[in-house]
């Protein structure tokens, strides 16, 4: 059966890869990003989705977005809160306040107003699944990204949390802790470190196959199959698990 499933930060990367994989089978699609021609481009190509510009830090804009969505579905099946960003890499005492509020703000925030959103209208429906992108970082620490771990480990409570309000109504909350994943964002990611650490690029690069039992970075399809899966009948009775998907990290430690 079509499901109604909305992605945040579904205009690239992981968001898309899910978006793409939802429409594949069949699913109606709404997704928003705060890269307005990131959007455009997604619009263009899925042209039965509601794409729209969109901040998840920002209450107006995400009222926008979510009535949009709830005006024209008057219901939705599938939310994953998936908007995130990286933060700045350092040690603590170099850290710019700025940039930690910043960083728990798109991730932590984010989640926030999305989750609640969704909860009141599944908890009215009886029925929905939320997903929520946290990562490595937050089930382990990550020396010099305090605010990105520390956040992800927020959404882990954050998850847990809603699985306990929302189980007596048969809505159920997950999340993916994505390992290392094959692409744009984490060659971003690893210039960072190496440069925040001192050390060469590859020697991060490295760092993140030798702490992980399969040796292996992960790919988007990785994710999607099991947030696909996630979102089907096939798993009416998980609720509250944090999911890794990384090939069985060891460690995060350099
Ligand atoms: P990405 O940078 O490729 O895509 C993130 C998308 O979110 C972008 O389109 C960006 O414009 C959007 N976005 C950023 N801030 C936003 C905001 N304030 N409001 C709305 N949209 C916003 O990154 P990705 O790898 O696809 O990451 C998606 C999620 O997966 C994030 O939560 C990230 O922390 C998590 N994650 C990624 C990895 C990885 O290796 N890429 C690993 C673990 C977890």
Request: hydrophobic letters at 35%.
């Given at each position: 059966m079509s499901q109604r499933a909305l992605i945040t930060g579904?205009?690239?990367?992981i968001g898309l890869g899910l978006a793409r994989r939802f429409a594949a089978q069949g699913d109606r699609v709404a997704l928003c990003d705060a890269d307005g021609d990131a959007v455009e481009r997604v619009a263009a190509e899925m042209p039965d989705a509601i794409c729209m510009k969109a901040d998840v830090t920002d209450a107006g804009q995400m009222d926008a977005f979510l009535s949009q969505v709830e005006d024209s579905?008057?219901?939705?099946?599938v939310v994953c809160a998936n908007a995130g960003t990286g933060g700045p890499a350092g040690r603590i005492e170099d850290l710019n306040y700025d940039a930690w509020q910043a960083c728990l703000a798109v991730n932590l925030n984010g989640a926030f107003l999305t989750c609640r959103w969704a909860a009141r209208i599944m908890r009215a429906q009886k029925s929905g699944c939320i997903v929520i992108t946290s990562s490595t970082s937050g089930q382990w620490g990550h020396p010099y990204r305090s605010p990105y771990a520390a956040a992800k480990w927020g959404l882990v409570g954050l998850t847990k949390t809603l699985a306990m309000e929302l189980g007596p109504v048969g809505v159920r909350v997950n999340a993916i802790c994505p390992g290392a994943v094959e692409g744009d964002r984490m060659d971003r990611v690893v210039a960072m470190e190496a440069k925040a650490s001192n050390r060469p690029e590859q020697d991060v690069r490295d760092q993140y196959v030798r702490g992980v039992s399969m040796r292996t970075w992960v790919t988007v399809d990785d994710l999607a199959d099991t947030v696909l899966f996630l979102a089907s009948?096939?798993?009416?009775?998980?609720?509250g698990q944090i999911i890794?998907?990384?090939?069985?990290?060891e460690t995060n430690a350099p």
């Open positions: 579904g205009a690239s990367g579905w008057g219901g939705v099946d009948p096939a798993a009416s009775k998980i609720s890794a998907i990384d090939g069985h990290t």
